[in-house]
């Protein structure tokens, strides 16, 4: 699902308002009918309903809006925010149309609007819209702590008042909102950052703009959902063979993280790899062979530790010389030996290599080692882990941070988190919509892992193995919590879902 900047947004608007001669009241009126039904279907049998509007045409959707409430029978309050002076020609006609229909805009005074959303079923916010870009203040300020106070749920016109539309971003304060209506496409701020825990269940709603305009929006921003899924696993052939779906290789484990090894190679297999051989040091070899059905497991030398050695190296280029995909790191400890041994199989690896937890901190100061790869690299970093990678921490606009890093070192970056970003070299970025807290836990990042290099495995490009690997890994996450609860559910029931995830493709 493409995903719409403010500026583009602007762009599209005066495409159809200028060059198309659309009525910009038209685009207005079927906005505010959107957002006029998520806020009856909010208020239930409820009827009173608080409009808080800007002097913008966000502020004329929610005029309007309220307009629809009260031909709908609700009892309606309008708070008016902003300077006379900067309301435009389309809120004017909206507050006029308003009063004709007997309810007068009031100007915006804080006892008032507080008392007024105490008593309200349902809350109206079209305060700024996508074009805010500094830090509230003032009565705005003091108006998103309104609706932040009262228990009246909140839906907002097009975006939540305070989250700036191309990060998702909190300028100051934001609303949270039960619900926003946004027009034609969804925008980043919805989908990243604080802004996406603001804007609720997001609804998307077509506005009139003309379809070839919208159909010629270019982006490099994409949220990942189940239509893409659907589009990007190819059906199998019904004469392929266990060679055709994917030699993958993971290098894992060391004495006292045999876990890890195990959830990433059973995650690989039930991810659709045709051949899954886990690597892992001798240390652990019986502990890992006696929990593998369907992985092959193969006893690598080890150091007095228990770790991998780097003795191992020889052995695993020519293990991974015979694989489509390999994944580096889950549960497999640090040592000097060992960051030698990632950054030897880094620089002379001939497929595509994942590397996660250890894999990603063997190149803590040596970040340098990934432009000595010919083939491409994927890294799945928490925040901690990006923050030593990098050098500095992720900051607020995860986007920006994901996008330059994945530029700047030429690899495919998987900031995990909420929403996890999937970030390419060229720029290309993708968001993810699946997923819970349950996922918190220990493991869950072993079995991404080795879902995303089960599907590299089988040949699906980047831009859709790694992405579709994450949404896959949450919607599992999103499956178990719904039979299990976020407390109970645990990595292994994770791999076990995706039995069910996996069944239309």
């Not at 010919?374 to 890294?379: F, K, M, S, T």
């Amino acid at each position: 699902m493409r995903l719409a900047a403010a500026a583009q947004m602007q762009g599209l608007d005066d495409s159809a308002i200028i060059g198309r001669g659309i009525p910009s009241l038209r685009l207005m009126e079927t906005a505010a009918r959107g957002v006029a039904d998520a806020a009856l279907e909010l208020a239930g049998n409820g009827k009173h309903a608080v409009a808080l509007c800007g002097m913008g045409n966000n502020g004329g959707d929610g005029l309007c809006a309220a307009l629809y409430l009260l031909e709908a029978g609700m009892n309606v309050r309008v708070f008016l925010i902003g300077k006379r002076e900067k309301q435009t020609a389309d809120n004017k006609e909206m507050e006029s149309r308003l009063a004709r229909a007997g309810v007068s805009a009031e100007t915006f005074d804080a006892d008032a609007a507080q008392a007024a959303c105490e008593e309200a079923d349902v809350l109206v916010d079209a305060l700024f819209g996508v074009g805010l870009h500094r830090p509230l203040g003032g009565e705005p300020l003091e108006a998103v702590q309104i609706m932040n106070r009262v228990p009246a749920p909140v839906v907002a016109a097009d975006i939540s008042s305070g989250v700036e539309t191309d990060t998702g971003r909190i300028l100051g304060d934001a609303v949270r909102c039960a619900a926003t209506v946004t027009f034609s496409f969804a925008k980043p701020g919805h989908m990243v950052g604080d802004g996406a825990v603001c804007t609720g269940r997001l609804k998307i709603i077509d506005i009139g703009i003309p379809a070839d305009l919208l159909a010629g929006l270019e982006t490099d921003t994409w949220a990942v959902t189940a239509e893409d899924l659907a589009q990007w696993l190819p059906h199998r052939r019904r004469d392929a063979h266990k060679g055709d779906f994917g030699r993958v290789a993971i290098i894992s484990g060391s004495t006292g993280f045999t876990g890890a090894p195990v959830l990433a190679s059973r995650a690989a297999v039930r991810t659709g790899a045709g051949l899954v051989h886990l690597c892992v040091p001798e240390s652990i070899y019986p502990i890992a062979a006696v929990k593998c059905d369907e992985a092959m497991p193969q006893p690598c030398p080890a150091d007095g530790a228990g770790r991998m050695s780097l003795a191992a190296a020889e052995n695993l280029l020519q293990r991974i010389g015979g694989c489509d995909a390999a994944l580096i790191g889950p549960g497999l400890s640090r040592s000097e030996e060992l960051t030698e041994l990632v950054h030897r199989l880094i620089r002379e690896a001939k497929c595509p290599l994942v590397l996660d937890a250890d894999g990603i901190n063997a190149l803590e100061g040596h970040i340098d080692v990934l432009g000595q790869s010919a083939q491409p690299v994927v890294l799945t970093p928490h925040d901690g882990e990006f923050a030593r990678l990098a050098g500095a921490p992720v900051g607020e606009d995860r986007l920006l941070t994901a996008r330059t890093f994945a530029g700047e070192h030429n690899c495919v970056l998987v900031l995990k988190g909420h929403r996890t970003i999937t970030a390419l070299p060229d720029g290309r970025c993708f968001v993810n919509t699946s997923g819970n807290p349950g996922m918190a836990k220990g493991g869950s990042g072993d079995v991404l892992a080795g879902m995303i290099a089960a599907l590299l495995g089988q040949g699906l490009p980047v831009e859709r193995a790694v992405p579709g690997a994450v949404w896959l890994h949450g919607r599992a996450g999103d499956v178990c919590a719904g039979a299990f609860g976020e407390y109970a559910m645990t990595p292994v029931d994770m791999i076990d879902a995706l039995k069910e995830v996996m069944k239309p493709y």
